[in-house]
């Protein structure tokens, strides 16, 4: 049941990424943030479930299986969704509403996926998350940053 | 400290190596920024297996000493694996693999057959243990399907850099 809504939810973010007529993305930035957004949120993953023990992920299919989603879909998509917001957001001041509204956004699927058993805080304090949250779009802004860089010198330096 | 420095890390230090010297002298091949976006989704794209196969949702092995996410692990990820594919991509250039399906079924059979003899020099260091029940069979198969989709990243990559030219509209 809890995999069936987790299905919906990310096939909802997917639709509702893909269905922007004028994205503020290349397809070569889709792949690219998509994959680092993926690493990121992987590595977070593991580390507090394997290492730190500070969050579990319950050995059920169901719960297993969304995480599994979330990791490498969800979340990676909501990563271009604010990339895409924050490109065509004008101004510091839309720009820091984008970038904070976004990580509370973000924030709040990893409070729901608390909630419904499939990503469960055991000594992960919830300013952390937020925290982490943060610096993960902070970073992604950083490397959108770059990456535009290297792509507008061709990519041959 | 979750793991300790021993064999099967110095076997993934001198493989790495190996196979980041031969990636050096056959950079030219590839441009940058090809080079930058294929390693990472090699990166993600090993670890995000590894991670479900090993971890959640399917525990079927462990990578390194123990059950815990290493250092190490993370190390393999990036320049263990991912040089792999850039020796694949570069003979398949090289040879002209794509001009007929048989000749791709050969390449990528002989692949299959390297990445299965790593494998297994892999379980005899330690790096990969199969304790949990994970088979060496069960690898066969998904090395061709993996080949098969970087030869597709390859080319989506090198299209979007050729063809479509990137000029942010600012």
Redesign the interface.
Known sequence: MVFLLYLLINAGVVYGFFRIRSKQL???EI??YW??G??LV??Y???Q???FKSAM?P?Q?GP??A??LN??VLYPVLTLLFLHTFKASKGAGTRLICLIGFSLLMYGFEYLSGALGVFVHLTLKEWWAMTYWLLHNLIMVGIMILF?N???S???? | M?FRFDGNEWFVVACSIVLLTYVWIIRKHF????M??LW??N??FV??LD??LA???F?LYDCMDN???EPMA?YAHAFLYTPYSFIFLYYYDKWSINRNKRVLLFYLSAWTCIALFFEWISLKFGFLDYGRGWKMTWSVPTYPLSALLTIR?YR??KD??VN?????QE
């Open positions: 290349a397809p070569l792949l690219f994959c680092i993926s690493m992987q590595n993953s593991a580390l479930t394997m290492n992920v050995d299919l297993a299986f995480h599994l990791r490498t535009r290297k792509l507008q061709g990519g041959a330096r | 979750n441009q940058p920024m090809l930058l976006i990472v989704y990166l993600v670890a995000t991670y479900a971890a959640t949702p525990h059950a815990t996410y993370a990243v989506f990559i979007q850099l479509h030219p990137f000029r942010p």
